[in-house]
């Protein structure tokens, strides 16, 4: 793993398809971080549209080209003032300049909707005809309206979606290369089918041995997941609307993998973030890498591991989801922890016992119960600690109640005495946290909220806390 990822090649220009509409607004906007975040030039490519009527000449469409240019240009600079911008118009995508362009460009931005209303890509669109002419990897910003403009619950992320073929290490090049350029942390989902669910094991080595293969930077946090479920939904399941998702199209041809029902194309209808397409043998000008540019350490990496206090509330929430929780006692002047099985009863801890240390350390004595959860899906892990003291119950009425609470025990056995934790009064008894995981590897075994984290190795480990 190397500290920077440097090249001396220049970088091939940012290319953007400019229309005037919203979602072409924003492809401007994007192209133009993009380019300042490569050092690269950006080129504001209009095409001609045809009249719009009858009575409209072809000076009618050029000036409305002109307007679309001096327009994507303004929304440019005000994005990004110091990135050079050049406005190319053209009167048909099959210009020369725009082979020119294709041939040079490091990075193809398109909106995911164009002027006429047309989806992305859709066929006989000038969206179409360009992602046909670029080899180069492709962006489609989604369109930030409505829910997709609420704030995500996490740092933004780049998502890596790898199948196991010869594309795997070009996605994982190029998410590493997109998360290392924008400071945030990197996220490799690899999803396997019923099908294949028999070979989990060997699919975790392969993603480890892909991994491994990488130029990640060792400053950068990256994790890895590899789920038995749809791919779409694995992913869908993980993304917000700052995040961004890397997938590599299959078979010849920019559009061989963009088809209806394609998982490339189910993540772009699907809307919910930033898409960044890489085609089979995609051609990257100025750098080994699918995305060109030099990355250098960064002084902060905007990781989603900031604890987040948990209101009492979504402590006791907690609390009544985990199954097994820690009993933390004094024995004979010594600490020592009890798994037990519990449940919550009108905000106290309960739980049954037999005769024994736990329950003599325990009775009439300070305690602390701690539970804790991983949730595979997001990334998040979570603790939740109760103080106060623990009581038998033996009151008849108290009996009755807690005898109809599900508390089974997992050992079995006779448990015929009751234990209730109460709280300390003050505001500090219930307490709990929230924060995001990096490093190491998820392996989810039959859906993408169930699984384990393994410890990371020191080559996985995340640089900060």
Known sequence: MSESARV???????????????????????????????????????VERPPD???????????????????????????????????????????????QLASQAGLLVLGSYGAGGQVALSLGSTSEALARAFRCPLLLPHARVGESLRAGTRPPTVIAAVSRDDSARRVVSAAAREAAERHVPLLIVHTLSMHDAAEFTSEQDWVATLVDAVDIPSWLPHRTVVTVADPVAAILDRVEPDDLVVVATRGEGRLAGLVSGSVTRALLDAGRCDVLVLSHGVVSHG???????????????????????????????????????????????????????????????VFRTAQGSKLDASVDHPVAFEVDGFDTATGDAWSVVVKGIARELRDRDELIRALRLPITPWPGGLKPRIVQIDPYPDSGAVTGRRFHVFGGLTAVTSSAREGWLTAPSPDLAPAHP
């Open 53 to 99: 009527t009858a009575t409209e000449g072809r000076s009618d469409a050029a000036a409305r080209a002109r307007y679309v240019g001096r327009t994507a240009r303004m929304q440019a600079l005000s994005a990004e003032p110091g990135v050079v911008t050049e406005v190319v118009l053209v009167s048909d995508v099959r210009d020369a300049r725009v082979d």
């Open 8 to 46: 001396d090649d220049p970088v091939g220009p940012v290319v953007v398809g400019c229309d005037g509409s919203w979602p072409g607004g924003q492809a401007v906007i994007a192209a133009a971080t993009a380019a300042r975040r490569r050092g690269a030039p950006l080129k504001l490519l209009v």
């Open 287 to 349: 750098a080994a890498h699918p995305i060109a540019g030099p990355v250098s350490h960064p002084s902060h990496v905007d990781i989603p591991a900031a604890l987040a206090t948990l209101s009492t509330t979504e402590c006791w929430s907690f609390l009544r989801s985990a199954a097994v929780g820690r009993l933390g006692v004094s024995v004979d002047g010594r600490q020592d922890i009890f798994p037990v099985n519990h449940v919550v009863s009108r905000e106290s801890v």
